[in-house]
């Protein structure tokens, strides 16, 4: 009964290719959420293949339908050792996008795991089966060490909708709260820092989602008859974009800017180099909000993106003033940015920049979250890390893209460590997805770890919170 026990086990999963096999029946599931007819294959997923593997570990598991229609349900699991004792939540997703088979190198398929050298290949690998193999297998290699316990209490989520955008989890998570409370939140999902850096984040920057159009008149005019007496919208869009983001990148209304950046979040910041690794684009130095160093541009600060733009036809360009204009902006955001009623107030923005003519949109949103990383559950998870693998982990004090963690942070009032197994280059998303055998290795040993320290910490950390 020692920790190192529950490492070796963790790492013996690996090495004896009890890992491989279990992630190699997940991915031959073809559970992408997006097809019309997913309802069977999420649901026999989470019956035949994650429910038995959480039975044989002691969980209570049931089935619950998506409170929205058509949307594929969740697998709430239980193991309660000490209804007194203090209680960790973990979450999953079960659901992958399409395979895209066409599109994978030759000899390689979605729906077959492929293992060719340090890459093991199949949809979902990375996002999300192969990071909820290796927390499956490490909780067995943690109970296995303590003798058949863990410690404390734990509370599994296994989602099968994640892929289009989580539809039902805030409402699931209010609906079922008493079924979901824990002290703390433990999940694997995105990519770590690089491959060699052992990663913790937090919570995720926000997306809101912005059209801005300009409908001034039907049909275009002349422009040589009609120059000059005609407002042009392309040119008016440019100059409102213009006002909310300047051609460096800097966003010029206080509307859309954060109040300001966390001493904690700096210092967490300060430690983290960003890209330089092997397919990455260069950065451009002299972009974005003055005097922050690239990881706060993307960690710490708002990006205000120009998606999309249209106004006349580029391709087919006529001598006259098109009649309308659009564009797609992006705010990705941190926590920090008030947004409430955005959509008016930019209206307004606008109207008293000079530009009353641009209608405002407020489209997709997803909320920003963030624990604090002086938080005591960040100290246990970094501690517990360095230990597992020798090296301080990368703290991020949110993913500079997007996941629902609101559900958990802001709707169940959790403190949210995410501890990803995956890397930037993983093609989540695309053809060729993989996992790195070497960091799914680690994965184990560092979540066997983790296990094993909360199973120590009766503790200072599920105190504090309480
Ligand atoms: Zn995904």
Redesign the pocket.
Known sequence: MTRQAALQEAARCYDSGEFIQQLSRQVAWRTASEAEDSAGVLAGFLEQEIRPALDALGFACRLVPNPVAGCGPYLLAERIEDAAGPTVLMYGHGDV?QGQDAAWQAGLSPWVLQVVGDRIYGRGTA??KGQLAVNLQALRAAIGARGGRLGFNLRFIVETA??RGSPGLNDFCRDHADALKADLFIASDGPRLNARTPTLFLGSRGIQNFELALDLRQGAHHSGNWGGLLRNPGTVLAAAIGRLVDGQGVIRTPLLRPDGIPESVRESVARLVVGGSPGDPDIDEAWGEPGLSPAERVFAWNTLEVLALECGNVKKPIGAIPPTARAVLQLRYVVGTDLAGIEARLQQYLADEGFPWVRVKATMHMAATRLDPDDPAVALAAASVARSTGRRPAILPNLGGTIPNDAFSEVLGLPTVWVPHSYPACS??APNEHLLGSVAREGLQIMAGLFWDLGEADAAVFAARA
Do not use: G, M
Request: charged share 45%; no cysteine; proline share 0%.
């Open positions: 996008i996002d999300n994640e892929e989540q998303h």
